[in-house]
């Protein structure tokens, strides 16, 4: 007899996860986050805790390790398949161990098992990651923590593993959550502001250049942790020459100097009094149900301001899509004042009611439409990145950039950091995120304006370097530059220079029949000791890189780089084994899944139960838990939230996994009898 639903119920049941301590230290532009979860096991069997939580999608993780008692363990990056079988092995010999790993379909999605925690032990899990900051519309920085994970949508047919994702209301979430930020620069910092309660900003000299800032206490978990740095006269060329790891191989990305270089393109006036007034503006407005609320008013209301701005002459088209897809117009007409009335009235009827988040569909259909001779086509993608097909969704994007720019918008909190920016990445374009409606004006012209300017092309990175001394690219080629918005380049440095010698780079380009030639000197000698910052950065981008493309060689080259570098990657995990701890176990393991946040606007779920949100199920994890005589997942496909007496599934012990499939969600239910 079912006696209660969920793994968190009305009834209190135990969670393992007891609070999240968060410290960053932001360094100009760059942020290192050190991330600390605290885990007690008060049931009276061991117990395997699993959390699946959300990064920035750019974050390069670089470190964990796992404190039981007195012990620390610190983790090693190996082979996604080799650090599972270990984590296998370590648990079915009575070890403890922990693994992190990257979604395969999403790089903003971490998963993280706490296995073998004994009744009553404690454990403190720590990772670590380092992250570059945006640059807003206002000239500000934006550092955001994301808390709210909402769940994705797996299209039909979709192939590959992904993860679960245990969701509930932020008014349920049975964990704390503390949170401070060190900022420094070598300019004065001007303020700190936020959306969310901190408390007073407190200065650490007189100068001004370093600030700690707090979360107040009591946070609801209702939303992302925004920050929001405005420096004294912060945006301007500059280099940073790293040194390498201490006696690490040279020739290793990790025993090499390694460089960022920060451009900050600025055009005459001359050259913007010929920003065109010609374009084929193509929106693709998400309307599935999990942009039901406050979203979908968000969204209409940024394309509504996108649409009264645009010139007279360009043409134009919106697409709604969901689990299919619709255009306003047969194709993309001429916008004059008859047109945009027609496109308001329908775009002010819009609502979320489309179902799933099918959106390879709409894109695939914008693309093999022509493009207008003489209109650069502008694709516009409004959407809250609640789709479980990430990478693919990128990758058609990149296929076909050479085509149209892409901007993206991420509307409402917890919008997917790696879908949003992925896709104006791969499209040469801009990502902005839209989570109230204080910022947005500023962050839709600042787009509108970005795509009125036209492409600059011809972008090459030339250097100049000492004889003895020779440069590796890190990251991919740079194929679109805005004006006063930063472009970041790194590089691998490798052989010998004399003490005091400089290098040189110079960024080359064509805007509008202008050639610009942006020149930077730096010493070859580090400057500072940055902690091997800009390494895992620089690391992460290589990684990110070569990722998009295809081929058992490119994998290799990737694990290579991730473990030398200690930075994670789609196709590494974080391991780590406790193996003084050899206590038999008595009995199956209880697996025991952390609820993260979701978003009230998504769905309207019952409050009172935790559920689970799969993507799809790992094969591996299938055959762990079923080995740990967990659950069976068995299922059965419906239009409707099936009640519960047509549920049926297969007991192993005190759990059983079910899965129901609704329009645009696939629902797994853990029941505890």
Known sequence: MVVSCGLLTANKERVPLKGIEVEVEVKDHVAVVVYTQHYENKEDKAIEAVFVFPLPGDAAVCHFSAKIGQTEIVAEVKEKQEAREEYDDALSSGQQAFLLEESDQSPDIFSLNVGSLPPGES???????????????????????PVVLNPRYQPQGSEGHG????????SLVPYSLS???????????????????????????????????????????????ELFIYYKNAHQPAAVVEAGKAFATPGTIIGDPVM?????????????????????????????????????????????????SLPVGCYFNIYSFGSSFEPIFQNSIEYNETTLEKAQKKVEEMRADMGGTEILKPLNHIYSQPCIPGQPRQLFVFTDGEVGNTNAVISLVKKNSSSHRCFSFGIG?????????????????????ITGADRMQPKVMQSLQFALQPAVKDISVNWDLPEGVSVTPLSPPLTAIFKGQRS????????????????HVTVTYTLAGHSFHDKLSFPLQPTEDTGLTVHRLGARTLIRCLETEKGEEVKKKVVEVSVQSGVSSSFTSFIAVNKTSREA???????????????????????????????????AKASRMQS????????????????????????????TLVMVLRPNLRVFLLWTK
């Open 488 to 503: 970041l380049i790194y590089a691998q440095l490798t052989g010998q220079s004399a003490e005091g010698t400089d290098g």
């Open 123 to 145: 454990a403190s899990i720590r990772l670590e990651y380092v992250t570059e900051l945006a640059v807003e519309a206002d000239s500000g920085l934006r550092f955001c923590l």
């Open 413 to 433: 909190e917890g919008a997917s950091t790696a879908l949003i920016t992925g896709l104006a990445k791969e499209g040469r374009g801009y990502a902005q995120f």
């Open 163 to 170: 993860v679960k994702v245990t969701a509930v209301p932020a």
């Open 179 to 225: 949170f401070s930020a060190r900022v420094s620069s070598p300019r004065e910092v001007l303020k700190v502001d936020s959306k969310c309660s901190l408390e007073p900003l407190q200065y650490l000299n007189k100068e001004k250049t370093q600030a700690v800032v707090k979360l107040a206490a009591g946070h609801k978990f209702d939303r992302d942790i």
């Open 260 to 308: 960022m270089l920060s451009v900050y393109p600025e055009f005459s006036q001359e050259v913007m009094s010929s920003i065109t007034t010609s374009g084929e503006f193509v929106f693709l407005l998400d309307r599935s149900g999990s942009m039901d609320g406050a979203r979908i008013s968000s969204a209409r209301d940024t394309l509504l301001l996108l649409l009264k």
């Open 585 to 619: 176990i008595h009995g199956p393991l209880l697996q025991r899944r952390i609820p993260g946040v979701w978003s009230r606007s998504c769905y309207s779920l019952s409050q009172q139960a935790v559920v689970p949100m799969m993507l799809s199920h790992s094969m």
């Open 628 to 655: 740990h005589g967990m659950a069976r997942a068995c299922s059965m496909q419906s239009h409707a939230m099936a009640p519960a007496a047509m549920l049926q599934g297969n007991t192993l012990d005190s759990t």
